[in-house]
């Protein structure tokens, strides 16, 4: 392939990703035509179709997948490069690509920021939020540094470092404040409003309830934990959310929050990186800010004054 270039590459990969030219060129943050222009010359050097162009989107060539998984490990080398470049300071300077998982960051990452830009001046936060599936498939191809979220993640390829745990708390309407809590048993016979398929808190909440994905509920399926909990402010049903989560999205919908009997529900919560990665001791570093961070947010939570609640 003739005078091919790195700028071709990233949009190559990125077309190769996303499967369309607009959503490719939104995720390089250039035109579509500058991209097109770009895979048009690629091709034209390779003289052969490396995309078939349908309505819908692109899909690979056989010559294109080739060209990809080839296009994939030179910018994996590249990204090593710059992390190895970043990781000569003494401490965490220069970009962090730090992937959350939805259910974390919108209430910790607040303070982490904060807190890392207190003690770590040089790092810029390049942040990205994903379901847990994608910030692991990110993280392998070396797309962002490390990641937030629940474990365990079980990835060979991964370090996995635990930071603290949280538990899970019941929301129900306001009016149902003096009731007795459910035993978990008693809520696959309740209106249970989940996350959609694909985040991991709700299969976290299903594990709790023994209740298997596969069987069929009635039930609203929210794309956010703000959704969920609004919804039974109106009286639609009960959930469940991450205790992180109780001072946001309970402060305008009238709704109770209880504790369970134990056992409780709880998450853990943790980094990962790749074991690969020249930034370990930086990142590190960066995990015990989170930890902290964590630690203090349940802190503040005021759920200390539920029934129930002790240090984990």
């Not at 005078?3 to 996303?18: M, P, S, V």
């Not at 979220?149 to 745990?165: D, N």
């Amino acid at each position: 392939m003739r005078n091919l270039t790195l700028k071709q590459i990233r949009y190559f990969d990125a077309l190769a990703r996303f499967g369309t030219f607009s959503a490719a060129a939104e995720a390089c943050a250039v035109t579509q035509p500058a991209l097109s222009m770009q895979i048009k010359e690629m091709e034209e050097g390779a003289g052969t179709p490396l995309l078939e162009r349908g309505p819908r989107g692109v899909r690979l060539t056989a010559f294109g997948e080739m060209v990809h998984q080839r296009a994939k490990a030179m910018l994996a080398i590249l990204e090593d490069l710059d992390t190895l470049a970043r990781s000569a300071s003494d401490e965490p300077a220069g970009k962090l690509r730090l992937g959350v998982i939805p259910t974390i960051a919108p209430y910790l990452l607040p303070s982490v920021i904060t807190r890392l830009a207190a003690r770590f001046p040089g790092l810029s936060p390049i942040l990205r939020e994903s379901m847990t599936s994608r910030l692991i498939e990110e993280l392998q191809d070396g797309r962002i540094d490390a990641a937030i979220l629940a474990l365990p993640v079980s990835e060979p390829a991964l370090t996995e470092v635990s930071l603290f745990t949280e538990r899970f708390v019941l929301i129900r309407p306001a009016e149902d404040a003096d009731k007795p809590v459910p035993h978990r048993d008693k809520l696959r016979e309740m209106r249970l409003l989940l996350l959609e398929e694909g985040h991991c808190f709700r299969s976290q909440a299903l594990s709790f309830c023994d209740m298997p994905s596969t069987q069929p509920r009635e039930m609203l399926d929210g794309s956010s934990l703000s959704t969920l909990v609004q919804m039974v402010g109106v009286g639609v049903g009960v959930t469940l959310i991450p205790e992180m989560a109780v001072p946001i999205e309970t402060r305008s919908a009238a709704v109770a929050v209880a504790r369970f009997r134990d056992p409780q529900p709880l998450r853990s919560i943790g980094m990962v990186w790749r074991k690969s990665s020249a930034m370990e001791a930086r990142l590190m570093q960066i995990a015990e800010t989170v930890r902290d961070c964590g630690l203090r947010l349940r802190q503040a939570s005021g759920l200390t004054a539920l029934p129930g609640w002790h240090k984990g």
